[in-house]
């Protein structure tokens, strides 16, 4: 999806060239970044999101730390709209550098019990 127009800039995030896989795949080790990646992919109409979209009965604290931890491996970009953060796929860099992997995330089918 092509960025809106005035947008606000993204917070610190790798380079595409300096995505590695391992961090990457490290980064969606975790279930509910997992979940949180996954969702984006496949139920996002708009161009992001807050944390409160994802309907995840965590602590903020928590979360801020999956959001964190999806920013700083380079698969999401978040950028700040005065109070709040809002995130997306980095689907382009991602699909540049590790061809099949966004399709494999989205085809992934979360346990019933989590």
Same mark, same amino acid.
């Given at each position: 999806m092509p960025e809106p127009p005035g &947008? %606000?800039?993204p917070l610190p995030e790798p380079h595409v *060239?300096? &995505?590695r896989l391992e961090? /990457? &795949?490290g980064a969606l080790s975790d279930p509910l970044r997992l979940r949180i990646v996954r969702k984006l992919l496949l139920e996002s109409e708009a161009y992001d999101h807050t944390c409160g979209w994802f309907g995840l009965d965590r602590p903020k604290s928590s979360l801020t730390h999956h959001f964190r931890a999806l920013r700083e491996a380079g698969v999401t970009r978040q950028r700040q709209y005065g109070l709040e953060r809002r995130s997306? /796929?980095?689907v382009a860099d991602l699909d540049a550098r590790f061809p099949g992997l966004l399709a494999l995330v989205a085809a992934w089918t979360p %346990?019933? *019990?989590s």
């Open positions: &947008l %606000p800039g *060239d300096e &995505l961090t /990457v &795949l997306h /796929v980095r %346990p019933a *019990d």
